[in-house]
Structure formats: C-alpha cells, structure tokens
C-alpha cells in the first residue's frame, strides 16, 4: 500500500470503474490528486482517496477489486489513511454513504463512524446519501 499519486491516475480510475456504475476519468482524479489537500493510497487490488482542509477531512472514495473483497484490504486501506489523517493533524473525518451500501457501512461502523446526517434521494434522485463523521484520534475497541 502505498501512497497515491498523479502516476496512479489509471490505476485509480481502473479500480474505480469497477467499484462504481459512474466511472471516474483519469483526468477528473488526476485533478483530485492535485488538490492542496488530497491524500490517498493504493495498491493493486484497492484504493482510498482523501482531501484535507484544516483539521477537517473527506473520504472521497474507497474501493475494492470485487475478486479481492473480504480480505481485509478495505480495512487496512481505511486504517492506513485514518493513522496519516491523525499524523496531519485532523481531528474530524466526513464521509457520504449510499444508505444501501451494507459493507462499506458495516466497514465504517467498525472504525467508529456514526451517522450525523441524511441527504434525500441524493444518488440518482432515489436512494439516501448518509453523511457519517469519526473523530481522531480513534478509541481503541476494547
Ligand atoms: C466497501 C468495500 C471497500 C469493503 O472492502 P473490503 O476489502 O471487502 O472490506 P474488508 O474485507 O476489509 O472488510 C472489513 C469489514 O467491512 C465489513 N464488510 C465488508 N464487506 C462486507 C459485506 N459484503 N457485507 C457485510 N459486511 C461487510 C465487515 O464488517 C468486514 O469485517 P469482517 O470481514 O471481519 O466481517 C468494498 O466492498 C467495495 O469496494 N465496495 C464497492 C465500493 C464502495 O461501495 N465503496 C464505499 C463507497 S462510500
């Protein structure tokens, strides 16, 4: 896992496409990955993606290779980036969730994210965007 930059921008649109029915061109995240803010990283089977204002920061994506799910590399990608996000100084950390998109929930529950808001029929103008929020550092499961 390594960090991403603009040289991963087909890697990323790659893994991207697999994960999301609205592709990401390689030049709309090469612009992400040149914003003041944006950190992510990558590896062959996944990525994270991230941008950081202050002590405030957005997950803009987190994806996984559908052969590659349950292994654990969404959760070692999340924890990567939430322990470099800490390191940087953010405190707070938002994200916007599908309120069908079961694992990616179960996936931020585990590291302590809860819901803070709700955007109505905001994907496609049918299902629910969750808006859930963590603060760092994380607490420790017992
Ligand atoms: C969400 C996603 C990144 C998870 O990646 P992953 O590598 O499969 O996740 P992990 O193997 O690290 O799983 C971590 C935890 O998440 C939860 N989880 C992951 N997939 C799940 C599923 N299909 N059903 C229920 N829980 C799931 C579990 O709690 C799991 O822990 P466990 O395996 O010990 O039970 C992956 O499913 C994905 O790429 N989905 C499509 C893109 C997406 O929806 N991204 C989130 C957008 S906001």
């Not at 062959?44 to 994806?63: D, K, S």
């Not at 590659?68 to 707070?92: D, P, T, W, Y």
């Not at 950390?93 to 585990?110: C, G, I, Q, R, T």
Request: hydrophobic share 45%.
């Amino acid at each position: 896992m390594l960090p991403l930059t603009n040289k991963d921008s087909a890697l990323a649109a790659e893994l991207y496409a697999l994960a999301f029915p609205r592709a990401w061109s390689k030049e709309e995240i090469l612009r992400l990955t040149e914003l003041d803010g944006f950190f992510g990283f990558i590896c062959p089977e996944g990525m994270i993606m991230l941008n950081q204002v202050q002590e405030e920061a957005e997950i803009y994506t987190v994806c996984v290779r559908p052969e590659n799910r349950r292994q654990g590399i969404g959760k070692k990608l999340l924890s990567v980036a939430l322990k470099h996000a800490e390191r940087n100084g953010v405190s707070k950390v938002f994200l916007e969730v599908a309120a069908d998109n079961h694992a990616a929930l179960k996936l931020y529950e585990s590291f302590g994210f809860s819901q803070i808001g709700i955007r109505k029929n905001y994907y496609n103008h049918v299902t629910d965007a969750l808006v859930l929020a963590c603060s760092l550092p994380l607490i420790p499961k017992a």
